[in-house]
């Protein structure tokens, strides 16, 4: 398939409420949007990067710059691609995965578009609808999180996130647990907010009976989390460390993690998604799919995703009126605590061309 041209949107969209984890507080998010045009069809694709570079070292304005200066030049200069060849031929360029997602995602939804080809399809995903979690960050006060909690659970997810911090964690998870019964599926997200030398704090979330605890130590202490391991109860489960296949095969093999969050966006697009999935499901590693307050271009992917048989646990799936108001496509409505798989061909959306202007601050189009 030939790439005749690609446009980057950059978006504005505003939360419908604070966000806040370890790492700062999320109002709006500035999100980058790829249309990848090919005579035989367009694709779409969401990077997961955030306006500044405190979840990974990319940033909305540096995923722009690799995309106009190297990746998308080097697309349009190949001819005729199909999108498994993205990531071979993006190669040469070291890191940016957030960027390279997106765009090997946009390359993906045309090449699927023109065969009339589901993405579900396409991974070998097996359910027609998911299981889905929430995200709930950290919170002003006790009583504002257990409100916020009870209600999500009023709204059916089935499985409940806690962001935690130093200062913010076992006493929330504890309020959390002794006012909702034993049988609500809970977990906490660290975002490497600790170090081994809050081991005994950590431990101190043990009684709780958490599904996991996310990403407590930094990004590159893979070792560091094995040591952890060997100190707490609940099962640690990787997010920020796990970057590709190989890094969630060394991660398993040294005892880092027990559990892996699979998000398409940091591991370089769907494709690795995949195979790392594949890596896990062949350890016998449950995975489960993250978010990053997409919108429902990516979140439609996403869902697709967490639709394989060894997405075990309940993602960040959530609805898109956990985040937004208005989507820029059909809103992500949760159902019984499920979404349902995106049936059409690719994503299984397209952004509504109103809704996508409204929330537009720039267009720029990247020609061969
Ligand atoms: O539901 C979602 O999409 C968000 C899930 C979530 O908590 N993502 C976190 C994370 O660190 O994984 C996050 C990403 C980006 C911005 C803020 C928070």
Same mark, same amino acid.
């Given at each position: 398939m030939k790439i005749s041209g690609v446009e980057l949107l950059r978006l504005r969209m505003p939360l419908v409420s604070p966000f806040r984890t370890s790492f700062g507080t999320q109002e709006a998010r500035e999100i980058l949007v790829l249309r990848v045009i090919t005579p035989t069809a367009e694709g779409w694709g969401e990077c997961g990067a955030l306006l500044d570079p405190v979840y990974s070292s990319e940033y909305v304005n540096g995923v722009a710059d690799v995309l106009r200066t190297y990746l998308v030049p080097t697309l349009l200069r190949a001819g005729d691609i199909s999108a498994h060849q993205v990531a071979p031929l993006l190669a040469k360029f070291k890191g940016h995965r957030m960027a390279k997602a997106a765009l090997e995602t946009a390359v993906l939804d045309a090449e699927l578009r023109a065969h009339d080809m589901p993405l579900s399809v396409a991974l070998g995903s097996t359910k027609d609808s998911v299981d889905c979690g929430v995200s709930v960050g950290i919170?002003?006060?006790?009583?504002?999180? #257990?409100? /916020?909690?009870? +209600?999500? $659970?009023?709204? +059916?997810?089935?499985?409940?996130?806690?962001?935690?911090?130093?200062?913010?964690?076992?006493?929330?998870?504890?309020?959390?647990?002794?006012?909702?019964?034993?049988?609500?599926?809970?977990?906490?997200?660290?975002?490497?907010?600790?170090?081994? /030398?809050?081991? %005994?704090?950590?431990? %101190? #979330?043990?009684?709780?009976?958490?599904?996991?605890?996310?990403?407590? #130590?930094?990004?590159?202490?893979?070792?560091?989390?094995?040591? $952890?391991?060997?100190?707490?109860?609940?099962?640690?489960?990787?997010?920020e460390s796990i970057v590709s296949a190989q890094s969630a095969a060394a991660a398993i093999k040294v005892g880092a993690c027990r559990i892996v969050n699979i998000k398409p966006s940091r591991v370089g697009g769907y494709l690795e998604a995949r195979r790392i999935h594949d890596v896990c499901e062949a350890n016998g590693v449950p995975v489960w799919c993250g978010g990053m307050l997409e919108t429902g271009i990516g979140r439609a992917a996403n869902v697709a995703l967490a639709a394989?048989? +060894?997405?075990?646990?309940?993602?960040?799936?959530?609805?898109?009126?956990?985040?937004?108001?208005?989507?820029?496509?059909?809103?992500?409505?949760?159902?019984? +605590? %499920?979404?349902?798989?995106?049936?059409?061909?690719?994503?299984?959306?397209?952004?509504?061309?109103?809704r996508l202007a409204e929330v537009t601050t720039a267009r720029e189009f990247v020609r061969a």
């Open positions: 919170m002003d006060s006790v009583p504002q999180l #257990l409100d /916020a909690v009870a +209600g999500y $659970l009023d709204e +059916g997810y089935v499985r409940i996130k806690l962001k935690i911090e130093p200062g913010w964690d076992v006493e929330p998870v504890r309020a959390v647990r002794e006012r909702f019964d034993d049988d609500v599926l809970l977990q906490v997200d660290a975002n490497t907010a600790y170090t081994l /030398a809050d081991t %005994q704090r950590l431990a %101190q #979330l043990d009684p709780f009976n958490l599904l996991l605890i996310e990403q407590p #130590l930094d990004e590159e202490d893979v070792l560091g989390h094995a040591e $952890l391991a060997r100190h707490i109860r609940t099962p640690i489960c990787l997010d394989l048989p +060894g997405f075990t646990l309940p993602g960040d799936t959530s609805g898109s009126s956990r985040y937004y108001r208005t989507d820029i496509t059909e809103p992500f409505v949760l159902v019984n +605590g %499920q979404l349902p798989v995106p049936a059409g061909p690719g994503i299984g959306v397209t952004p509504i061309p109103e």
